[in-house]
């Protein structure tokens, strides 16, 4: 069975950081890619980013590139967001979601959600 | 910029049927851009219903159904029960990593 298990959300001030990340199993992890979709309260799905399934590609919204980093290790199962320069707009629920393929394609499993706050 | 179009809501009568579409602002909605339908009731994760336009995710059932009509993608439900009200939501795989989702379409079963 497909799992994948965010943590690491919280309350964090604008301007400050934080690190999301994704355990994954009942699958073979490195060959896939993995995305980030996070959203906002009330409202609609939005990707934040996708990485291929070595690591060695990896694309990002306009929203948040420049601040969001995303990686991996397939020796770990494990998938990373690092968010930084955080201001209220990403302020959402993330979501960890293996695509389809290797390095494109849409999400087929889901996490449950890590939910990020950004308020003084 | 790529917008993903559907429509913001739809009603259904139980038993009915309903097909949602997922369109795109400019150009069709072809299998190479792997459209994929998820359901999201409030609270919840989404579920994945439909992907790679229509494969059907394990344990969704077969009154759930996904096409390609006309120049846009669709989700099928055939008779639609009353747990089937909820959010659904497109997507569409535009290339470069980047997958755009659309604005959601509340289906309200009536």
């Known amino acids: 069975e497909v799992q994948l298990l965010e943590s690491g959300g919280g309350l964090v001030q604008p301007g400050g950081s934080l690190r999301l990340s994704c355990a994954a199993s009942?699958?073979?992890?490195?060959?896939?890619?993995m995305k980030w979709v996070r959203q906002a309260p009330g409202k609609g799905l939005e990707w934040v980013s996708t990485?291929?399934?070595?690591?060695?590609?990896?694309w990002y919204a306009d929203s948040v590139r420049g601040r969001f980093s995303i990686s991996r290790d397939n020796s770990k199962n494990t998938l990373w967001l690092q968010m930084n320069s955080l201001t209220a707009e990403d302020t959402a629920i993330y979501y960890c979601?293996?695509?389809?393929?290797?390095?494109?394609?849409?999400?087929?499993?889901w996490g449950q959600g890590a939910l990020v706050t950004v308020s003084s | 910029q790529t917008v993903v179009t559907q429509e913001p809501s739809f009603s259904v009568p139980p038993g009915g049927t309903v097909t949602l579409t997922c369109g795109l602002s400019?150009?069709?909605?072809?299998?190479?851009?792997?459209p994929s339908w998820y359901q999201q009731t409030p609270g919840q994760a989404p579920r994945t219903l439909i992907y790679?336009?229509?494969t059907r995710s394990s344990g969704v059932p077969d009154r759930f159904s996904g096409s390609i009509l006309g120049n846009k993608a669709a989700l099928t439900i055939t008779g639609a029960q009353a747990d089937d009200e909820a959010e659904y939501y497109c997507?569409?795989?535009?290339?470069?990593?980047?997958?755009?989702f659309g604005g959601g379409t509340k289906l309200t079963v009536l």
């Open positions: 979601a293996k695509d389809t393929f290797q390095s494109h394609g849409n999400p087929d499993y």
């Open positions: 009942g699958f073979t992890f490195s060959n896939y890619a």
């Open positions: 990485i291929s399934n070595s690591g060695g590609f990896k």
């Open positions: 400019s150009g069709s909605v072809t299998p190479s851009h792997f």
């Open positions: 790679t336009t229509t």
């Open positions: 997507v569409l795989f535009v290339g470069s990593g980047i997958s755009v």
